[in-house]
């Protein structure tokens, strides 16, 4: 069997296309699972990493606003479905399943019924990660087998159906079965943090967040005068300013910063709560494993990181802030105390846990394979 993944460019549409990668292979080692991408993605790094065969099509940026770039939008379009076209034939591809953003859009578009040698069409099965859909993957549902969304209310519809099938996001199985207990004393070792005592996780994504660093940054010294260790991940493009440790401060509490955190499974297992963005595949990986978080949603956009956040802080598995109230005042009066309350924190850890979806890689998987057995 014949599967393309279709999900490049960002993070955000990558690794839920791997970890249903990963999947069908658990189902069926047998299985040919190709990835597609562009040259400009972060996918020509983390698919070879992940021992997927890359196809690399033309890219087709959609913009969200006219510019004089958006005559130029239907020759590109036709160049990168032609290409990606030739290589649906050449794989022979049983089954498409997209997540979105520009390399999805082509693979929509070219899974229709083609000429010489297949004459058929390739099914299609759209995944939706967002709290609000994207374009592509509003295109895709109007001729897909099988729409999946992460959560209800995205604003994707299946054909025939008034909403998509809510399957959770798709996460890699090193981050859904962990066991946070049981990594933790190696976790932090591993990262030169104290045995004991709460220790709080701060990442941005790939590339930091400057208020997330500005405002853990300047709370410091309080946090580590409360026995607060921090894990700031800051971004390889910035730095962050910290007050020299106090030698008299009677804490063994640590700070420690770097610029990316390669290992975010042992991250997750040294931490006891996190402060972060809510990019959808954040709160799928924070909620999966059962961290307890601060949410910071990007002010820019749509609104969509509030949204995506919403349901795990509506079980009580975290909390919203937002950007512009971001400072070391609310980490000091918000955050330590928190940190410091364990009970409180085992039970926001719990209802974490409970909003989140560990099976989804899984049932997504099934769904491709049922839709390609068809």
Same mark, same amino acid.
């Given at each position: 069997m014949s599967v393309i993944v279709a999900g490049g460019g960002t993070a955000g549409h990558i690794e839920p296309a791997l970890a249903v990668a990963d999947a069908l292979h658990r189902l069926d080692p047998s299985i040919r699972v190709t990835a597609l991408g562009t040259s400009r993605g972060l996918e020509t790094t983390l698919v070879p990493e992940r021992g997927y065969p890359l196809e690399l099509i033309p890219p087709v940026p959609l913009p969200r606003k006219p510019t004089p770039d958006l005559a130029k939008l239907p020759a590109r379009v036709r160049a990168s479905v032609k290409a990606t076209r030739e290589i649906i034939d050449r794989l022979d591809a049983d089954v498409i399943v997209g997540f979105g953003g520009y390399v999805a859009l082509p693979a929509y578009l070219a899974a229709g019924k083609g000429v010489g040698r297949r004459r058929r069409a390739v099914p299609i099965v759209v995944h939706e990660a967002n709290a609000k859909a994207g374009i592509a993957n509003k295109i895709g549902a109007r001729r897909a087998a099988r729409v999946l969304a992460a959560v209800p209310d995205s604003g994707i519809h299946a054909r025939g159906r008034s909403e998509a099938e809510l399957v959770g996001i798709p996460v890699r199985s090193s981050i859904t079965g962990l066991d946070r207990e049981a990594f933790r004393a190696g976790a932090r070792a591993h990262f030169g943090l104290p045995a004991e005592g709460p220790v709080l996780l701060v990442f941005g994504g790939s590339q930091g967040a400057r208020s997330l660093n500005e405002g853990v940054s300047g709370a410091a010294k309080a946090l580590v005068a409360a026995g607060v260790s921090v894990l700031h991940a800051h971004g390889p493009k910035n730095t962050i300013e910290l007050p020299e !440790? @106090? !030698?008299?401060?009677?804490? @063994? =509490?640590? *700070?420690? =910063?770097? !610029? *990316?955190?390669?290992?975010?499974d042992l991250a997750y297992a040294a931490a006891d709560a996190a402060i972060c963005r809510s990019g959808a595949m954040t709160v799928a990986e924070v909620s999966a494993v059962g961290l307890p978080a601060v949410y910071v949603p990007l002010p820019h956009g749509n609104g969509e990181q509030e949204l995506n956040a919403k349901p795990v802080v509506a079980q009580g598995g975290g909390r919203i802030v937002a950007d512009a109230d971001f400072d070391p005042d609310y980490v000091v009066n918000q955050v330590i105390p928190m940190l410091r309350d364990r009970e409180r924190l085992l039970q926001m850890g719990r209802a974490a846990a409970d909003a989140g979806h560990r099976d989804a890689a899984i049932e997504v998987a099934r769904i491709v394979l049922e839709e390609a057995r068809r």
């Open positions: !440790p @106090d !030698p008299n401060s009677g804490s @063994d =509490a640590l *700070y420690i =910063a770097v !610029p *990316y955190l390669t290992r975010m």
